[in-house]
């Protein structure tokens, strides 16, 4: 059985790629790893959206190195546990982890087989408008979030594929595309390849 594919996607806070990635896990077949959280809910989350833990519990983890990335985001934890990533894989399936620039470069070092998407707004003032749309926040969280979202930026070169979310769906429809060609990519070919070259040394 052939191992499944790990797709990584990620960019600053207000990028919209949580709703980009729901979307195009729901209509391709892809595994949307759901991450583990100290945050509390938000109105209309449950264990869909996260994996709700305590302090505790995910220190717990931490030292159990349950996960396959994780990182202290604004006071709060987030991360991937390892386990169901893997297993997933081991199956055969294709694995979608939508996570925050910090962590996505920890799965990059750790698997670097991974294939990397970076979403942004169409421009800096779009993405500074949405996270001004948000108004959950105080000035301050706000200037760190675009601080931390031109930090992040800094880091897009190091990806794969660039996803531009100015319409949904045309993003939805930009991230489907680069899932529908994981499977094509020569690279995870080369043994189809070697097995061709065997073939001519029979003949």
């Known amino acids: 059985m052939r191992k499944g594919k790990l797709l990584v996607v990620s960019g600053p806070s207000g990028a919209g790629k949580s709703t980009i990635s729901q979307r195009a896990a729901k209509e391709c077949e892809i595994f949307l790893s759901v991450s583990a959280t100290t945050r509390p809910p938000r109105q209309g989350e449950d264990e869909r959206h996260y994996i709700f833990l305590t302090q505790e519990e995910f220190q717990k983890k931490i030292d159990e190195n ?6 202290n985001v604004y006071g709060q934890y987030y991360g991937t546990l390892r386990k169901p990533v893997l297993e997933m894989m081991e199956q055969g399936k294709n694995v979608l982890l939508e996570i925050d620039v910090q962590g996505s470069m920890q799965v990059k070092k750790a698997y670097d087989e991974c294939e990397m998407v970076f ?7 779009e993405l500074k408008r949405r996270l001004k749309a ?4 105080t000035e301050e969280q706000y200037n760190l979030r675009v601080a ?11 990806y794969d594929y660039l996803v531009i979310n100015e ?7 930009q991230l489907k595309e680069v899932i529908s060609s994981l499977d094509r990519k020569m690279k995870y070919h080369v043994d189809f390849i ?6 001519e040394k029979d003949i």
């Open 167 to 173: 319409e949904i769906d045309s993003a939805v429809m």
């Open 119 to 125: 979403v942004l707004p169409p421009s800096l003032n």
């Open 148 to 158: 931390k979202a031109l930090e992040e930026i800094a880091i897009a070169p190091q």
């Open 194 to 199: 070697h097995a061709y070259m065997e073939e």
């Open 134 to 137: 948000r108004k959950s926040e």
């Open 66 to 71: 349950a996960f396959l990335e994780y990182a």
